[in-house]
Structure formats: C-alpha cells, structure tokens
C-alpha cells in the first residue's frame, strides 16, 4: 500500500513562492496518477494540478495556471507543486493524492489514496 505525506506549507507572503513536496513510501507511484487539491476554510475541496503516470501529460486549473506547476522526482518517489506568486485566495490545506490510472481527474473522489495535509497561508 502506498502511503502519501506532504511537507513544505507554510507562512508566507503575497508573491513568495512555496514548492510543497509529495512523498510515497510503499511502493513506487511511478504508475499513479496524482493530484493536487486544496481546501480553503468554509470552502469546498477544490482540484488544483494532476500529474499522469504517463509522461509529459499534466493538467493545472485555471486558477493557478501560470503560477503553479507539477513535476515528479522518480529518484525519489516524489511529486512537487512549485506555487509561485502566491495570493492570500491560495491560502488552504493542500493534499496530494493518487489514483490507479493514466487519467487526471478532478474529482476527489475519484482518488482511493490522500496524505495527510500541508497548510499555505498567504498574507496580504
């Protein structure tokens, strides 16, 4: 069984960059696909960048497109999500997590695998 943990959330302000780091341990998520999603307080969970397991195909919403990125680190069995001009609206729990497919969805439900959270808050 894969386990998933984020790190790298933090305090920072309007504009800073944060790149926040997914770990697996079990198993390799070479043939997973993963995702990003966020959670604000009182809000929705909210999908924000996918990776394929199939190389190159990555997917960003619109709200982060320009800002964010997805990459993987197969040596180390990691996907990052480089967030740069960060906003006080990007202020949220952010999760990876992964599903069994070569498809980025961005429905959580459609995920069978979560870590645990790494909170972002952006100050104005």
């Known amino acids: 069984q894969v386990q998933l943990v984020e790190s790298g959330g933090g305090l920072v302000q309007a504009g800073d960059s944060l790149r926040l780091s997914c770990a697996a341990s079990?198993?390799?998520?070479?043939?997973?696909?993963v995702g990003w999603f966020r959670q604000a307080p009182g809000k929705e969970r909210e999908f924000v960048a996918g990776d394929s397991w199939i190389g190159g195909s990555t997917y960003v919403a619109d709200s982060v497109k320009g800002r964010f990125t997805i990459s993987r680190d197969h040596a180390k069995n990691m996907v990052l999500l480089q967030m740069n001009s960060l906003k006080p609206e990007d202020t949220a729990v952010y999760y990876c997590?992964?599903?069994?497919?070569?498809?980025?969805?961005?429905?959580?439900?459609?995920?069978?695998?979560w870590g645990q959270g790494t909170p972002v808050t952006v100050s104005s």
């Open positions: 079990g198993r390799t998520i070479i043939t997973y696909t």
């Open positions: 997590a992964a599903r069994l497919s070569s498809v980025i969805s961005t429905e959580g439900y459609e995920y069978n695998l």
